[in-house]
């Protein structure tokens, strides 16, 4: 939980944002002594005026609270938008009696829509006088900021005198409207802005980028990680790697479990092809192509639109020497069937999916993906204002 | 039909390859006096065995025979595959009287089976021997070739003392592993194998090229284009490319209507941006987007997937200067949502999507795609063979 490591509190309130009444607002503050702090955002080009502002905050490393918004993203809503996000950072700052500076704001929800910034700034008032460290607060803060997610989500890690909390919500843009993955990290470890930045890049890389349910990225995306330095302990950067990786790790799987609509998740692995990126370049073009996902979806060892699919990849192969495994069975063996390839049982929740594309090269990649179900079209096709 | 134009025969059989019992076999004769022939085939890598062997088969410029078969794309099998794929060719040349280095062919079905040559071979049989002009004989064909379709799709077009026939099947990859769009033209046009090439090339970018239902591209894919000069006449390119043009697209017009599961047609356009190959990548990323694809089946004009969508792109973009227009109404200008923009009414069956990326750029671009639906999940999952 994100008040687990010293010199956090949390807080959340129900601003009135949701139709539905739930939880909608929460704060995370970090009391020191030190304020390092790292982030990673969307790659989309199209970005939420939070996002904007919140790059710009963390720019020198320096972070002391993130405020956080469900319902609405504020993302294009244009110059009302960028207003709407500094007037929350202002309300934080005289609030909370944080530097406006520090102060990072992430905001998940319809798209395309002004905050009711009445509802919003209340909210602020009063999250910004009920914060606390307990786990009660942490948990309340990881409910106020799910969207169409049906679970609350939180993961940790326990260093040798120091210790990492975390909370996310969404993943990759699975809801109607309500995009958005948002991950806060938090840690009492000592460690400087670059190290936090290493470690969350790399861990990143290898977990949230790595989880793709349906090719889409939110204009909202945002992880961030806080530093207090409270703990008075400093973890080696390898230390810090492996326990930044642990938390993002268990969070994805958390993610991959709740996405929307979900029957599978599917693990792809892609070997034997020129480079790591090239590995990964098939993995995604597989894990997006949606034939193979409602395959996926009806348990059907269909190996054809797995060739099918990575034959469009961006990567070296010999389409002759293709190797195809479903659950470590083998199902396509140089580009032809194995005998009893179609009886091979994919009935279960898990399925482990691995292609060798057959060129001997070294490169590897995988990605974790979900099947294309019946209730992925119906929550995505459902007008959610 | 494809024996309007004179020099032609085609005929049809029920080989029983498919379980079904439709027929599943269809064979197409140019008569002559000249041979000359084009085609088009998948950009995948991993290729069928007919369409390796077609494709030597037209290196040269000349066909004189094209054998269908539906219910097995003889994809993925190998060694075997390609056998098989030449002695459906040593057959049609002993029974039809045809160089076996004229004949081409096209497969469609499931992926990963082995042909069940002795039906194949037997149906060649039949087929070479009741092959005639009639337009019973053209229909049949056109029926021999679907595999998932609902209807049969022909097209012709008039030129003056000439002709332009075609039969089609299939679009994209949108059936359970009965993958493939095959087309085959036919003309008694007097015309270079190189002016055809030409005259198929520009056709098929504009028509065939930017209808995609899922961004699957199948493993068989081929579009043929046969000449026989019987007319006499000697179109200009610009008089062949029309005619090649306006029967092309008016097949991918019914392919687009007959596509899996498909309960909307949404045409995208995009401009506003570096150059047209940015403008295509665009509609194309849009076209794919699955968040994109249930609004259009929900009839929600959620604008702001459109800009999610497009914010992935490889093209130049103003970020905060995108419009949207659908059915022609602006639903976002400046990146931001217009008044009224979520009243649009998109209940009918036709979407026009209109995105200007704002760079004032000349590029654009304009795919055909489709929803996602129910359907499309249930036809895609249910295991095929």
């Excluded at 720019?59 to 002391?64: E, F, T, Y």
């Excluded at 480079?275 to 990964?280: E, G, P, T, V």
């Excluded at 192969?317 to 190797?323: H, L, R």
């Excluded at 019946?374 to 459902?382: G, K, L, M, R, T």
């Amino acid at each position: 939980m994100i008040t687990t490591p010293a010199g956090f509190l949390a807080g959340a309130t129900t601003a009135g944002i949701k139709p539905s009444g739930k939880p909608d607002m929460a704060l995370v503050v970090n009391q020191g002594p030190r304020f390092d702090a790292a982030a990673v955002f969307t790659r989309n080009r199209v970005v939420a005026s939070p996002v904007k502002l919140s790059r710009q905050a963390v720019a020198n490393g320096k972070l002391k609270a993130v405020v956080y918004n469900s319902g609405n993203a504020n993302a294009c809503t244009g110059a009302q938008g960028d207003k709407d996000a500094a007037a929350m950072v202002a309300a934080v700052s005289e609030q909370a009696g944080v530097t406006a500076a520090d102060i990072a704001v992430c905001s998940t929800g319809l798209i395309g829509e002004p905050l009711p910034m009445e509802k919003v700034l209340a909210g602020i008032e009063t999250v910004a006088h009920d914060l606390g460290a307990d786990s009660a607060y942490a948990h309340a803060a990881a409910e106020a900021i799910l969207t169409t997610d049906t679970v609350s989500k939180e993961a940790g890690y326990d260093g040798p005198g120091w210790t990492v909390g975390a909370m996310g919500k969404g993943v990759g843009m699975m809801a109607p409207s309500l995009a958005t993955m948002l991950v806060c990290l938090t840690t009492d470890a000592v460690a400087s802005a670059q190290a936090l930045q290493s470690a969350l890049q790399k861990a990143s890389d290898l977990t949230f980028n790595t989880l793709d349910v349906d090719g889409s990225t939110s204009t909202n995306d945002t992880v961030v990680l806080l530093a207090s330095g409270a703990s008075g302990v400093e973890p080696s950067q390898e230390e810090l790697d492996a326990a930044v990786l642990a938390v993002c790790s268990d969070l994805a799987d958390q993610l991959q479990a709740d996405a929307e609509g979900v029957t599978k998740r599917v693990k792809i692995t892609v070997e034997g092809t020129g480079s790591d990126a090239q590995a990964l370049n098939a993995a995604r073009t597989l894990g997006r192509d949606n034939l193979f996902k409602c395959a996926m979806f009806g348990s059907d060892p269909n190996w054809g639109r797995v060739l099918a699919a990575v034959g469009m990849a961006e990567a070296d192969m010999d389409p002759d020497n293709i190797s195809v495994y479903f659950n470590d069975q083998p199902v396509c063996v140089a580009s032809t069937g194995t005998p009893g390839a179609r009886e091979v049982d994919l009935s279960g929740t898990d399925i482990d999916v691995r292609v060798d594309l057959g060129t001997g090269g070294a490169g590897t990649a995988f990605v974790r993906t979900t099947d294309l179900s019946h209730d992925y079209v119906e929550i995505n096709s459902a007008y959610s204002s």
